[in-house]
């Protein structure tokens, strides 16, 4: 069974930084596409940023709130993808979940990360 697991959630100032990180663990055959969402108290959740790996196109992809301050990066070896947050304003605070596509033993299929907390307050 393939887990996400996040981390890097924290309370911070507006204009400050903050990364978050996923780590994929499993089975994992191909690693297609990782990427973050987003979802505040009452809202529909939304994509922040997207990638593929290399098998997939390499193609990355920001929502427009937040290009130019965020930056989603991957370490294959790992199995690791990272949110790089600059510039932070109040309404990036939510909840911030991992999302992947891969291919398994048997099939192709995605998961979700269970959510870590960005609050940006002064």
């Known amino acids: 069974q393939v887990q996400l697991v996040e981390s890097g959630g924290a309370l911070v100032p507006p204009g400050g930084s903050l990364t978050l990180s996923c780590t994929a663990s499993?089975?994992?055959?191909?690693?297609?596409?990782m990427g973050w969402y987003r979802q505040a108290p009452g809202k529909q959740r939304e994509p922040v940023a997207t990638?593929?790996?290399?098998?997939?196109?390499?193609?990355?992809n920001y929502a427009d709130s937040v290009k130019g301050r965020f930056t989603i990066s991957r370490d294959n070896v790992k199995n690791t993808v990272y949110l790089q947050m600059n510039g932070l304003k109040p309404e990036d605070t939510a909840v911030y979940y991992c999302?992947?596509?891969?291919?398994?033993?048997?099939?192709?299929?995605?998961?979700w990360g269970q959510g870590t907390q960005v609050t940006v307050s002064s």
């Open positions: 499993g089975i994992i055959v191909n690693l297609n596409t």
């Open positions: 999302h992947a596509r891969v291919t398994t033993l048997f099939n192709e299929d995605e998961f």
């Open positions: 990638l593929a790996t290399i098998n997939s196109g390499g193609t990355t």
